[in-house]
């Protein structure tokens, strides 16, 4: 015992002791947050008393979610399951089904743009898989589409909603990073989202030419104008949420308290849904939200431990021992990958960022380009086995097994993971919209 005990006082031996106890209850089922918060308080005690470690695990859980800012969360999980319900999704589906039309595998690029529209109004990239992919898979299904190739389109893309604004990761990084400017993300997230997208598509294009799928005949101009005209309240929302945060006409919370109010309004004038749907997607939004704050809450405990083991300081000196920037960013991308292999995308920020954030300045990397680079690549670990949640969602939706996914999707990974190495090396991608804009220092 005193052997670990000294083993542990180590930050090296901390690190592989925590991360040993916090893999070792995910794989005997405990839920995450509980995961995180029993390994910290465990590891914790070999550092401060018993009780001290509790009172303190205590205090750092309630600050953590202390944050006015937070609550844009909750906000903008109603306002997706609001959409969903409404019947703002399938207006969407027609206008991007329009766009995507003229193309080889028109419906598997319509699949992309939905999710595009969607994923960015509703902010989730799971709330995107969902209503799209139900949409869209019966649809390709009788155009003659392969199931597994119609799952994997619907897969690699919808992540793509939580790099398109409104973003609950990028608000949830920027808290965790101190600080950074919303807008200044929000705005950076754009080329990203837009080059993730436009990678799936470039696949599609390939596949569907060899595969023959056909493209959509030519839309008329009534067609076309009555179509843009039933979608056009749902894409202004947009304009009116992220353009008030933009010009600082409202804070995250309140642009997300807009977004619950401006999609339920629209939803009634719809007419899709009943009171007992809104109901469901109320508890629906409290369940998530509930288990999202718990979460970083416990994650606030881990926070906490590491810094007091000096788990953050050895693990920069770990990798600042390289002094190739190029280098540097590959092994933080590498890590990440394999960190989005494992676990989801909400405690990876919350764990990782205060980690990678002070390597990332020491290099030179602006945190909003960090920040873009972080949930982009746990975006791309969203898609993969074995805890992948819009894989999960998709095959769900698809009514296939995983295995069945995998070999189809493996194009479009290395497509997007091509992707994120531009938008790693190439920051301009990011940064070029928010500093046009003057939300960043040119």
């Known amino acids: 015992m005193d052997f670990l005990i000294d083993y542990m006082l180590d930050p090296a031996g901390a690190a592989v002791v925590l991360f040993a106890l916090f893999f070792g ?40 979610i202390d944050s006015f800012t937070l609550l844009a969360i909750p906000f903008f999980v109603l306002a997706g399951n609001i959409m969903n319900k409404g019947g703002i999704a399938i207006r969407l589906i027609n206008l ?60 690699a893309s919808a992540p793509t909603g939580i790099l398109i604004p409104p973003s609950g ?17 929000f705005m950076g997230g754009y080329g990203p989202g837009l080059l993730m997208g436009l990678s799936v598509m470039i696949v599609i294009t390939i596949i569907a030419w060899r595969r023959g799928y056909r493209s959509e005949g030519r839309a008329g101009i009534r067609e076309v104008l009555r179509t843009f005209w039933a979608a056009l309240p749902s894409l202004l929302m947009v304009v009116v949420v992220i353009g008030g945060i933009a010009i600082g006409a409202f804070t995250a919370t309140e642009g997300a308290a807009v977004a619950v109010l401006y999609s339920f309004l629209l939803s009634l004038l719809y007419r899709m849904a009943s009171w007992r749907e809104y109901l469901e997607a109320l508890k629906s939004s409290t369940v998530t939200s509930c288990s999202i704050l718990f979460l970083i809450a416990a994650s606030g405990i881990m ?76 975006g791309v670990g969203s898609m993969t086995p074995p805890v992948g949640s819009v894989l999960f969602v998709g095959c769900a939706v698809a009514g296939l097994r995983i295995d069945q ?34 939300l960043m220092q040119p």
Do not use: C
């Open 25 to 64: 209850l995910l794989t005997l089922g405990t839920p995450i947050s509980i995961a995180i918060g029993v390994s910290s308080l465990l590891v914790g005690m070999v550092y401060l008393p018993s009780d001290v470690i509790f009172f303190v695990g205590a205090q750092k859980m309630f600050s953590g």
């Open 96 to 155: 991007a089904k329009l766009l995507g039309g003229r193309m080889p595998g028109a419906l598997a690029h319509t699949n992309v743009i939905a999710n595009m529209l969607f994923g960015s109004i509703s902010g989730s990239s799971i709330a995107a898989a969902a209503a799209v992919g139900g949409v869209m898979g019966p649809l390709q299904a009788k155009e003659g589409y392969d199931r597994r190739f119609s799952a994997a389109v619907n897969i």
């Open 169 to 185: 990761p990028l608000i949830l990084f920027s808290l965790v990073s101190g600080g950074t400017s919303i807008s200044a993300l």
């Open 303 to 378: 926070s906490y431990v590491m810094t007091i083991a000096g788990i953050p300081d050895i693990i920069a000196d770990g990798i600042l021992s390289f002094d190739n920037p190029i280098v540097i960013l590959l092994i933080m991308n590498i890590s990440l990958l394999i960190i989005g292999f494992f676990m989801d995308l909400t405690p990876a920020v919350l764990i990782f960022t205060p980690i990678f954030l002070p390597i990332a300045q020491e290099i030179g990397v602006h945190p909003v380009h960090l920040g873009i680079m972080m949930i982009f690549n746990l």
């Open 405 to 438: 996914v995998i070999r189809p999707i493996l194009p479009f990974f290395l497509a997007t993971s091509f992707a994120l190495a531009l938008v790693t090396y190439v920051p301009w991608f990011t940064l070029a919209l928010p500093r046009f804009l003057g």
